[in-house]
């Protein structure tokens, strides 16, 4: 293998491949980037076996070949190198770089070594706008569970039907769902359930301007934008009834301003437990009233003005949870739905141009 390459494009290949590799494997092979040269260019791809990136960036191709490298030697390498092109070629296992007056060796591993890449027909693939396929990542994914208990909590639901599309997530305490029109006809009827990690890829490397192409074998569902694709293992398993939880007469509204709550929210965070992050949300009249009391530490108190129908309510929530709900929610104020002290809230954004938006929250006891 024998080829030519900006360090940019050496950067910007490595930088985009570099986050699919796991930090601590018990495969050797996994810890590698494998490259690839022919006359296209060349191309980058890692794996941790769940989720897979490759990607083609543009080189002067003289010998097609392949090999395994160290992938964060590689990265680190990449970063220190002069501003001049870079000559790789390879002899046996054996990886060389050449960058002005520099030469580095690395021992590689052969390409018959590294995972081959899930099977994804493309053939029958479907397409969503970058910009919107971002979105509902971004509004939904945080709500994932991270608890090895509940594995089907630790990925994404992505509902795909005639006219709508939809992403839900939740870890038994918040739960965030966006329902978007879409096409008829282009995409399948079918729920999928896919790891928060491989969204994140999509987000991170995708472009927001343009299509993104999909397609799914029976358990992997595959990406692909320009030069870059990135397939990921499906969750299997059937993902809770989230439609039972979500409350539907919780007849006390609040309606207040997004940043003056955020930033109540965050100064009582300061004073509350750091086991529960308990703050007590009052409602009455015109009124809010936020407080925090930790026995070993002390307290906190604020008011704030907003519009309330309903009877006069006190309720705890896990500031951390509410503020991380308030924090992708679109417009600049927020309604609130609730109806007693151990029920679940509701909060919306008032204004949406993208679809519908809903994130639940679990109350805390409160303290006598």
Known sequence: MKFTITRENLQQGLAAVGASIPTRTTLPVLSNI????????????????????????????EEAGALTVPAKKMQELARELPEQPA?????????????????FRLNGMPRDEFPTFPQVDFSASWRIDGSLMSTMIERTSFAVSTEESRPILNGVLWQLADREMRMV?????????????????????????VPPKALAQVQRLFSDQEEIEIARSENHL????????????LIEGPYPNYEQVIPRDNDRIAICEKEVLVRALRRMAVVASEQTHRVKLAFAGRMLRLSVETPDLGEAHEELELEYDGEPLDIGFNAN??????RFMPSGEVRLSLKAPER??????????TGDYLCLIM??????
Do not use: M, W
């Open 321 to 326: 949870y509410l503020l991380e709900v308030l």
């Open 344 to 353: 679940a809230a509701t909060v919306e954004p008032t204004t949406d141009d």
């Open 363 to 368: 109350p805390l006891r409160l303290l006598e």
């Open 34 to 61: 494998l490259i690839e040269a022919d006359s296209d260019g060349v191309r980058l791809s890692g794996t941790d076996l769940d989720i897979a990136v490759t990607l083609r960036v543009p080189a002067e191709v």
């Open 169 to 193: 997530a939740t870890n038994g305490h918040r739960l965030a769902k966006l329902t978007v029109p879409a096409e008829a006809g282009e995409a399948p009827n079918t729920d999928l359930i």
């Open 222 to 233: 595959g990406f692909r934008q320009g030069g870059v694709q990135v397939y990921t293992r």
């Open 87 to 103: 000559r790789v070629t390879t002899a046996g296992e054996r990886f060389e770089l050449v960058c002005g007056k520099a030469t």
